[in-house]
């Protein structure tokens, strides 16, 4: 198994780092030294694609709030951090009083991007994706916009999240084969029911598949193995942790495959980086397999 996935024009570690957990989604926020320390670990431990997006911030007013954290991470960085690609995610807006809405208007999404590359101090943003869809608008014109972001040296490649095959058809229709770089859907051993479809879709048009969650969300990740029991037996039988089993079960579902899992620590970023090197046989694939996998 290839340590290294393709992400369009990119060469990326087959695991990412998901950055939303040091500025979302946590009973308290991660203090800001941890949440760099994080970033460290993961470039440490040989991860080269690190995710993030506009609206992982704890409030409202400060978005953005993710995208500096990894920024600062990776220019604090002391190895060489030439091959690191950053993704980051526009689309979904928040408002005072924390509400939450979708905006795929052209204005919005030229300068979302804009706001998103000063924010990671780049002149052009490796990976963007539009986050979510906007029902109020054709989805083919929020590609359309994205299209016209990557003509115009804004960001590089196109990537689209939250979608489902028809949408991914649909971005194709506009890009042509090989425009689309990344899907990023939900998956994992409790949710792949309503993602796998995309994820054999993406294989066949040579299309990086991104699961976020892939241990299952925030929180999710720590009883894995108790929810599953066959990930706690191959992890017994591997000496690794069950987060650990997980992830390389999803890395044998396609060379496309790029799992992020989410971090706040170093310590569970440097864990699921063993991934990385883990080869289960065969039988435990396909035991795996049989248990988690929804067709």
């Known amino acids: 198994m290839s340590k290294q996935r393709r992400i369009g024009q990119f060469s990326v570690s087959g695991i990412g780092l998901g950055g939303m957990p040091l500025s979302l989604g946590g009973d308290r926020l991660t203090p800001h030294e941890q949440g760099i320390a994080t970033v460290h670990a993961a470039l440490d431990a040989g991860i080269t694609l690190i995710d993030t997006a506009d609206i992982y911030a704890p409030a409202w007013d400060q ?3 993710n995208e500096r954290i990894v920024a600062e991470g990776i220019r604090t960085w002391t190895g060489d951090a030439s091959n690191v690609v950053v993704a980051t995610k526009g689309g979904i807006t928040r408002h005072e009083g924390n509400t939450w809405g ?4 052209p204005d919005y999404l030229r300068a979302a991007a804009n706001h998103s590359r000063e924010r990671l101090g780049v002149e052009r943003i490796d990976l963007y994706y539009l986050h979510r869809p906007d029902r109020t608008r054709l989805y083919a014109d ?13 960001i590089s490649e196109i990537g689209i999240s939250n979608a489902n095959v028809e949408e991914v058809r649909i971005a194709l229709d506009v890009l042509g084969e090989g425009g689309l770089a990344a899907v990023q859907n939900e998956f994992s ?7 796998y479809p995309e994820l054999l879709f993406c294989g066949e048009h040579g299309i990086a598949f991104v ?19 066959v990930l706690a037996e191959v992890a017994d ?4 942790s069950p987060q650990v089993v997980t992830l390389a079960w999803e890395l044998s579902l396609g060379d496309h495959v790029v799992p992020i899992p989410g971090a ?15 080869e289960l046989t065969p039988e435990e694939l396909e035991r795996i397999s049989a248990a988690l996998l929804q067709r």
């Open 102 to 105: 979708r905006d795929s208007s």
């Open 142 to 154: 929020a590609i359309e916009v994205l299209a016209g972001l990557r003509a115009d040296g804004v």
């Open 264 to 278: 706040s620590r170093p310590a569970s970023i440097t864990d699921s980086a063993k991934a990385l090197d883990l």
């Open 237 to 240: 039988a591997h000496g690794v």
């Open 189 to 195: 051993p409790k949710f792949n029911h309503t993602s």
């Open 211 to 229: 699961p976020w969650s892939p241990l299952g969300g925030v929180g999710g990740g720590h009883g894995v193995g108790d929810r599953f029991p």
């Open 63 to 65: 978005m953005g709030h």
